[in-house]
């Protein structure tokens, strides 16, 4: 069974443009949830969707937004990038809204120059 | 005062040695509990579920205390592949889970 798959792995963009990320969730898992992640510190929850809902929401600038689609895959997406953004960004996937746990995709490495 | 708060550490000790990590949490509405295990430059990988009962998977033995608002994890005997960063992981019944910034473990020979 596949794993959470997160793409692209590795992405470098220029202070001002605007990235998109994906993440395919397990099979089966109806909820998906992104964190971001600096050097040194834990994951920072940004959203959490589930049923292509948006179900919660972490203390992130409207920069940042997502959305999941009917097949539960969902896309992280940010503008105006700022150096600051620069971070792994990690989708994690769970049945139901994360009670359980979740299981992590490998992430998106971003880098903003 | 961050939401969720862990000893960053680190922590060395020998193998075999037991070591014990804390972590305290601010929400007193918090409903889940969890340990991940995050190896360098990895993702976080579940390791346990915490409940008011214990719990208890080999090595390893997670505890809640609600009145407290603090978990705790305990490895017994550790082992080299022990050696990673300990995330103590929070969860409210908004869709929000809360991570500590982990406490780092180096287990020597």
């Known amino acids: 069974d596949a794993g959470v798959t997160q793409s692209p792995t590795h992405l470098i963009k220029t202070r001002g443009q605007h990235v998109t990320l994906r993440c395919s969730p397990i099979?089966?898992?109806?909820?998906v949830s992104w964190y971001q992640q600096v050097l040194g510190q834990g994951p920072q929850f940004i959203f959490q969707y589930y049923e292509k809902e948006e179900r919660g929401r972490g203390n992130f600038p409207d920069r940042f937004s997502a959305r999941q689609f009917p097949n539960y895959s969902s896309e992280l997406n940010v503008n105006a990038l700022l150096l600051g953004d620069s971070a792994l960004y990690l989708c994690a996937s769970s049945l139901a809204g994360g009670d359980y746990g979740y299981t992590f995709g490998s992430g998106t490495r971003l880098t903003v120059v | 005062r961050k939401e969720v708060e862990q000893d960053p550490g680190p922590f060395n000790v020998p193998e075999g040695a037991t070591v014990a990590f804390n972590c305290t949490y601010s929400n007193s509405a918090s409903q889940s509990f969890f340990w991940y295990r995050q190896d360098c430059r990895k993702e976080p990988k579940l390791l346990m579920s915490v409940y008011s009962s214990g719990n208890e998977d080999g090595r390893f033995t997670a505890q809640l205390n609600r009145a407290s608002q603090y978990i705790s994890l305990l490895i017994r005997d550790s082992k080299l592949s022990d050696s990673a960063t300990y995330l103590c992981v929070v969860g409210d019944n908004a869709g929000k889970s809360t991570f500590g910034d982990g406490t780092t473990l180096t287990v020597k020979p």
């Open positions: 099979s089966g898992h109806k909820s």
